[in-house]
């Protein structure tokens, strides 16, 4: 059985701050995540004690639509272009966790081993039941899909989709808007303080208001002209509708 179908890479311990939006903070796999819910995380991996008393596997977190490595020398962001995905960051090799029979025999924390699935196998209970149910199981009769971009920079959400649940915002996650302004916009508001600019002002505080009687899609056109399509939401509770 397979137990991951993605990507590893090796990265120095200069990218050992990870911040994902996904299931967390704790780990979680396909059979043990409905107590880990999804929202913006953050963990120091220089900071990392292995939890068992025999090393295995560890720290991997299911449903992700982005994570980044960052750290003194900058950042590294992954981002989903489809579905979710499931990662790992710890700073030990598969190999050098099987080498060991406990956890001071580990080598000290000097990188970081990151990878990025499309499919994890469960967990199951065998070392005191039964092993993963045939749905927690890798089918490798099946075909795989993985697509994520690779950006130099921090990212936490998805780059094509406004994921269900929204991350906390914060002035950070707006920081790579502030060197545009609107050119332009569909619908705005004959009001300097609510008007298109706000979009991409980094601030947190200012809104774009847009005309209620006007059709969907709102768009804003930057002074690049590099388009940007800005999402609306239904005003119902119970749902995050957006519509591109």
């Not at 890798?138 to 990212?155: E, G």
């Not at 303080?193 to 505080?205: M, Q």
């Amino acid at each position: 059985e397979l137990p991951r179908i993605g990507w590893r890479f090796v990265l120095p311990l200069d990218f050992a701050q990870v911040e994902w939006f996904g299931r967390g903070p704790f780990e979680n796999y396909r059979d043990r995540k409905s107590g880990a819910f999804r929202g913006l995380w953050t963990t120091d991996l220089t900071k990392f004690v292995m939890p068992y008393a025999r090393p295995e596997d560890a720290n991997n977190f299911e449903e992700t639509d982005a994570v980044t490595l960052s750290g003194a020398k900058g950042a590294i962001g992954f981002a989903t272009l489809g579905a979710p995905f499931a990662f790992t960051a710890i700073p030990y090799s598969p190999t050098e966790i099987i080498a060991a029979s406990h956890p001071p025999e580990l080598p000290p924390i000097t990188k970081v081993e990151f990878g990025i699935f499309a499919e994890t196998r469960g967990l199951g209970g065998a070392s005191c039941g039964p092993g993963p149910l045939r749905r927690d199981i890798i089918d490798t009769s099946k075909n795989y899909r993985l697509d994520f971009a690779i950006v130099p920079y921090r990212v936490t959400t998805a780059l094509l989709d406004v994921p269900f649940e929204f991350p906390p915002a914060s002035a950070n996650s707006f920081a790579q808007f502030k060197r545009y302004k609107s050119a332009g916009a569909s619908s705005d508001e004959a009001s300097e303080r609510e008007g298109a600019n706000n979009a991409f002002d980094g601030d947190i505080s200012t809104i774009w208001h847009t005309q209620w009687k006007k059709r969907n899609p709102r768009r804003s056109r930057s002074k690049a002209s590099s388009p940007f399509r800005v999402r609306t939401w239904t005003t119902d509770a119970s749902a995050a509708t957006a519509s591109s």
